[in-house]
């Protein structure tokens, strides 16, 4: 095999998610470019009961990219493993409006920055427990009032949430790379960091002055919001925001916000980078409500493919194929349904193929 041979592993996810992926993946295709993809046979029995067989594992350790649906069920495991076990740290999600489509927003050219979102700490992967543990754990722990953990109720649940130096630095150091290719290109560069350090203190405290300090020492404008007026400015005042570096679960709600801005969550792509294999994916779930109808609207996941290709080293074919997107939603004939259009979803795979 030629070394310059590509190999993406492909995963297309559950419920209505393969209906987006493997129509992509044709377009993909006949592209014709020197990558090789592979649809792994998958153990669903093993997966089901939240194991990632070894054989599977070595397969992706092997691979340059993923490309991944969605995940509810049995492709859920197999997204733990991209995140945590390769250590995919950066959440990268590009909120862009795509002329022709249908923006809830007055005005929604003015829509073009990236979160970074943090994918690995925070409240993920759920550290959760009972209280009344915690309690004996740690009974002297106090909130901002003075109050201890040994005060609460013990019958109830608790979820630990971590931020670590780190963590924060990493995700910091990846967010001022981005600000900086997009300052290149002409955007401000600005990095805006949404906390909750008002009742967060210490952990969202922490985050920002890492933040900040990482920015700053980058020579980049910097600013800070509180992450519910960041949710605010998202919808009102989008065009203040480059790029946005926040913490895992803030980053997870906010660009489903964002996503609805430019039009809905078919629309959003996502690369996760940072491990030694990325993975791609669109930042909505996977529909169950449309499984089996042929009407998943494919845009995300095929604009998560151009990251991929802009990764794998094929940024004119990334190019190429977000330009005939960008002209399919221009011309606007042949359009998914919830962009108001009447296409079924392989119908508007032919008509990307068509372009290309
Ligand atoms: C996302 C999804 C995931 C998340 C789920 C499926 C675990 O909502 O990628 O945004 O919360 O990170
Ligand atoms: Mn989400």
Request: net charge neutral; aromatic share 8%; proline share 6%.
């Amino acid at each position: 095999m030629p070394n310059h041979l590509k190999r993406v592993l492909v995963f297309s996810g559950d419920d209505a998610s393969p209906e987006a992926v493997l129509p992509s993946l044709e377009i993909l295709k006949a592209l014709k470019l020197p990558i090789e993809f592979v649809e792994p046979e998958l153990d669903e029995k093993l997966l089901l009961a939240g194991k990632v067989p070894p054989l599977l594992k070595n397969q992706i350790d092997g691979a340059d990219a993923v490309l991944f649906g969605a995940a509810s069920r049995k492709a859920l495991p197999i997204l733990l493993y991209l995140r945590w076990g390769l250590k995919n740290y950066a959440n990268l999600r590009p909120v862009r409006h795509i002329p022709g489509a249908q923006s809830p927003l007055k005005n929604p050219e003015r829509i073009d920055y990236v979160m970074v979102r943090e994918n690995l700490e925070g409240l993920y992967p759920g550290r959760e427990g009972n209280l009344a543990e915690l309690v004996e754990m740690l009974p002297n722990v106090q909130d901002a009032t003075g109050q201890r953990v040994g005060d609460l109720s013990t019958h109830g649940k608790f979820a630990l949430r971590v931020i670590t130096e780190e963590g924060t630095r990493r995700i910091a150091e990846f967010g001022v790379e981005i600000a900086k290719k997009r300052k290149e290109q002409g955007y401000s560069g600005k990095v805006s960091c949404f906390t909750k350090l008002n009742m967060l203190k210490e952990s969202d405290g922490l985050f920002q002055a890492i933040v900040q300090e990482v920015v700053l020492k980058a020579g980049l404008p910097y600013d800070h919001f509180i992450v519910d007026d960041a949710a605010r400015r998202l919808v009102q005042s989008p065009e203040q925001f480059d790029v946005i570096v926040t913490p895992n679960l803030y980053g997870d709600v906010l660009s489903d916000v964002g996503a609805a801005t430019i039009g809905g969550l078919g629309l959003a792509p996502s690369g996760c980078y940072g491990g030694s294999v990325p993975y791609f994916e669109p930042v909505h779930g996977t529909a169950p409500d449309l499984a089996g109808k042929n009407v998943i609207n494919p845009t995300a996941t095929l604009l998560s493919s151009g990251l991929m290709l802009e990764y794998l080293g094929f940024g004119k074919e990334a190019q190429r194929l977000e330009a005939a997107i960008y002209k399919t939603y221009h011309e606007g004939k042949v359009l998914p349904l919830d962009q108001g259009g009447r296409a079924k979803t392989t119908e508007f795979c032919q008509e990307i193929r068509k372009i290309l």
